[in-house]
């Protein structure tokens, strides 16, 4: 089971997991939060931000290549979204960990009945 | 296509042997008792999790050495209804920055037959730990244990 064997102090310490973080740059995040509505094409994006079209971009790429936001084609457009399989990762890692704390808590809440 | 709200949530239920007053009791003064062990993000001995029984109290662990962490903020009080919070911490399990972003855990207790009561879960609004979910994601690229039972856990839902 995922949460009985997350040695989580392991990942806490380890520099890969903190070291990176796509996320960390102000621009970049808003590309990222641009998306949260929805497919967008880059020249949509830009018209939302203070940054050149290139930028844009750039910032797109590093958020693929993290894993968070995916492209596809819709007809002669590119468009971008986020990477539902990213969010579906968080949503099974609390599934399988709220499953094992409730299962504990019935557990907890049976013994202390008189 | 737009994330689902039914993919950034997650929903559960289980019923106690005990009536709603008990139940709520359990789930809150007495989370300590039955919270996963490995799951708190506060290390050392003694660890006790403890909660301000009011809208917008602290959740936290405090340890024996008297360090704290707070990891949580009630949002509803309603004994023996309704327990609901903002949930801090990200998928990384590290100690959360007190503005770090949060999903929601809505917790309802209601009576069912026989005396007994059924616990829902809800927590939601997931795809607010962004930071933490591309940690998750870098971590599942390390060759440890976790990482090989995510991909295995992946690879049953594909």
Same mark, same amino acid.
């Given at each position: ?97 709220? *499953? ?11 013994? *202390?009945?008189? | ?20 007053? !008990? ?18 993000? &506060? !290390?050392? +001995? ?52 007190? =503005? ?13 037959? +026989? ?5 829902? &879960?809800?927590?939601?609004?997931? +795809? ?8 998750? !994601? ?9 990482? &090989? ?7 049953? &839902? =594909?």
């Amino acid at each position: 089971m995922v949460s009985a064997s997350l040695p989580f102090v392991v990942t806490y310490q380890s520099p890969a997991v903190r070291g990176l973080d796509a996320l960390g740059d102000p621009t970049r995040r808003r590309v990222f939060e641009g998306l949260a509505a929805g497919p967008r094409s880059v020249g949509d994006l830009a018209g939302d931000l203070p940054v050149s079209r290139p930028a844009v971009s750039q910032h797109l790429k590093v958020l693929r290549d993290a894993g968070l936001v995916v492209v596809r084609p819709r007809g002669t457009q590119r468009l971008y979204q986020l990477d539902p399989g990213g969010v579906a990762a968080v949503r099974d890692y609390f599934d399988q960990f709220w *499953t094992r704390a409730l299962a504990a808590f019935a557990e907890a809440v049976e013994e *202390t009945e008189e | 296509m737009t994330v689902q709200a039914e993919s950034t949530s997650v929903r559960k239920d289980i019923v106690v042997k005990a009536s709603p007053e !008990r139940a709520f009791t359990v789930f809150t003064e007495q989370m300590g008792t039955w919270w996963p062990a490995e799951h708190h993000v &506060l !290390r050392g +001995d003694g660890i006790e999790m403890l909660i301000e029984p009011s809208e917008g109290g602290r959740m936290y662990d405090v340890n024996a050495a008297g360090e704290e962490c707070t990891w949580g903020r009630v949002l509803t009080w309603e004994p023996p209804h309704t327990f609901a919070f903002h949930w801090l911490i990200g998928p990384d399990f590290s100690i959360p920055e007190p =503005d770090a972003p949060a999903s929601r855990i809505t917790v309802t207790f209601t009576p069912v037959e +026989d005396g007994r009561t059924r616990v829902e &879960l809800v927590h939601d609004q997931l +795809d607010q730990h962004g930071e933490g979910w591309q940690r998750l !994601r870098d971590a599942v690229g390390e060759e440890d244990g976790w990482a &090989l039972t995510l991909r295995r856990f992946a690879a049953v &839902l =594909d």
